[in-house]
């Protein structure tokens, strides 16, 4: 979400409504910043706990006590795990200052693509990205660097969709909520540039997710066979309804919504739809990434 929420703002939406005098796509900005200042801490909690439980299974301690001082200094200095955390570290807490001067800044100031508003994407690109090497990719043997490379694309464009969904949804529930609703052109150029987007994020995301399904499962029937192998089915499976609801917004839906506005209600429902499942594909992630995979 720390770079769903930029990117929809700036990238996404943000040129469509580059002239809007309105309140609409300010505040809506400004509700997307005050958003990333919660996925900034629950990042920087996790990570807390991510670490804290890592060095308990690295030491045999119990992660409910104290560690032993020594064991923490360890697992930084010493492992590939603690130097990884520690960069990370050093990411978000240069991301939170750079989140903390836009905040200060004027509504107008969120719109415009500045160099803090790209440092504050880069940033959370970065921080994202970084997973690969704490993942299955950087511990595999066969073909490392395509793998990494995979794993890293696939990390990213997962930001623009399905995550880019969940921003999506809000911006649709906000601006109805509004006093001065948008026009419904400008409604609809938002949604087609969202969709285009979305269509070139799903064909790279099936790319780079069968690379690393051949790389990490190795054979069709450890497909079917193994835990890791079932967990990447289910994962397919949610995400082909994904396609699936989107391939129905996009050649169904958005065509007509001009002609009948009765036919966005129904989209927003499907985004909503999609939204939830999306969260499902994180929830089969978490899982595959604490199972070994058959390769």
Known sequence: MLVALPYFTLVTVGPV?????????????????????????LEALSGGAWFWLTAAQMSDQSPWGMLDPAVLNTVLGQTQFGQLWLGRAVIGAVLGVALFFLSRGKAASLL???????????????????LAWAGHAAAGIHHHGLHLLADTL???????????????????????????????????KALQRFSNMSLGAVLILVATGFINGWLMVGSWEALVTTT????????????????GLGAFNRLCLLPHIQAAPLKLQTLRRTILAESGLALVVLMIVGMMGMTSPPS
């Open 112 to 130: 415009r693509p500045s160099f803090l508003n790209w440092l504050l994407l880069a940033l959370s690109g970065c921080l994202l990205i970084s």
């Open 228 to 243: 890791y192998g079932r967990l990447l089915l289910g994962k397919v499976l949610v995400v082909a309804i994904m396609i």
């Open 154 to 188: 696939h990390l990213l464009i997962g930001s623009v969709w399905p995550m880019g969904l969940i921003p999506l949804a809000c911006f649709l529930w906000h601006i109805d909520r509004r006093q001065q609703p948008l026009s419904a052109d400008r409604k609809i």
């Open 17 to 41: 409504f580059a002239a809007d005098t309105g309140e609409n796509y300010p505040s809506f900005c400004q509700k997307m910043t005050k958003w990333l200042w919660v996925a900034l801490i």
